[in-house]
Nanobody
């Protein structure tokens, strides 16, 4: 099993910044993708950004140029630097880890609230 613990959410004004972090522990697969998803009230969960263990990065169009995802393999940590935040970024953000060789091994963190006021 893999455990994910996310942190760093909070309340910020539009145009501000926040940094989310997620630490993975347990039986972490060697080849994996870590990322962040978000879910706003009444909406489906959506991808924000993800990064493969080899470094390939994918961003949602809505956050390109504003958010930056990074990972520290030695520390099994993934970070999401969020700049120029907008009210529409308000959501619960979830950390995710997927085994690149077995997609059934799909793990989620507990979620952290990000609220952007206008």
């Amino acid at each position: 099993q893999v455990q994910l613990v996310g942190s760093g959410g909070g309340l910020v004004q539009a145009g501000g910044s926040l940094r989310l972090s997620c630490v993975a522990s347990g039986r972490i697969p060697s080849f994996n993708t870590m990322g962040w998803y978000r879910q706003a009230p009444g909406k489906q969960r959506e991808l924000v950004a993800r990064i493969r263990s080899g470094g390939t990065v994918t961003y949602a169009d809505s956050v390109k140029g504003r958010f930056t995802i990074s990972r520290d393999g030695a520390k099994n940590t993934v970070n999401l630097q969020m700049n120029s935040l907008k009210p529409e970024d308000t959501a619960v953000y979830y950390c995710n880890l997927v085994d690149a060789l077995d997609y059934r091994r799909d793990y989620w963190g507990q979620g952290t609230q990000v609220t952007v006021s206008s």
